[in-house]
């Protein structure tokens, strides 16, 4: 069993940057692969990025690529997502959510255990 719990979400303005953080509860953390999904208002949940447990295989949806990384720390079990350049389209609900697959997918199915999410706005 692993519980999720994101953290640091806010408002930003157009070309700000957040962090975001999701800490993992259980023993078995390390051997999850990891990824972070977004919601905006009226839209479906989709995939942002994922890594995998051992941190080298990394994915990013290409409307983010070049400007967000992932990241994790198997010793803190916590993974972020670093948003630089961020765009008022950028504005969702973010979910941090873990696999039991070696690499995680970009689909919601390929998760099994997810986060409340945080809120992020980017104002124009």
Avoid: H
Wanted: some cysteine; charged content about 20%; proline content about 2%.
């Amino acid at each position: 069993q692993v519980q999720l719990v994101e953290s640091g979400g806010g408002l930003v303005q157009a070309g700000g940057s957040l962090r975001l953080s999701c800490a993992a509860s259980g023993r078995t953390f390390s051997s999850y692969a990891m990824g972070w999904f977004r919601q905006a208002p009226g839209k479906e949940r989709e995939f942002v990025s994922t890594i995998a447990w051992y941190s080298a295989t990394t994915y990013y949806t290409d409307s983010v690529k070049g400007r967000f990384t992932i990241s994790r720390d198997n010793t803190k079990k916590t993974v972020y997502l670093q948003m630089n350049s961020l765009k008022p389209e950028d504005t969702a609900v973010y979910y941090c959510a873990a696999s039991g697959r070696i690499v995680g997918g970009n689909r919601y199915n390929d998760y099994d255990y997810w986060g409340q999410g945080t809120q992020v706005t980017v104002s124009s």
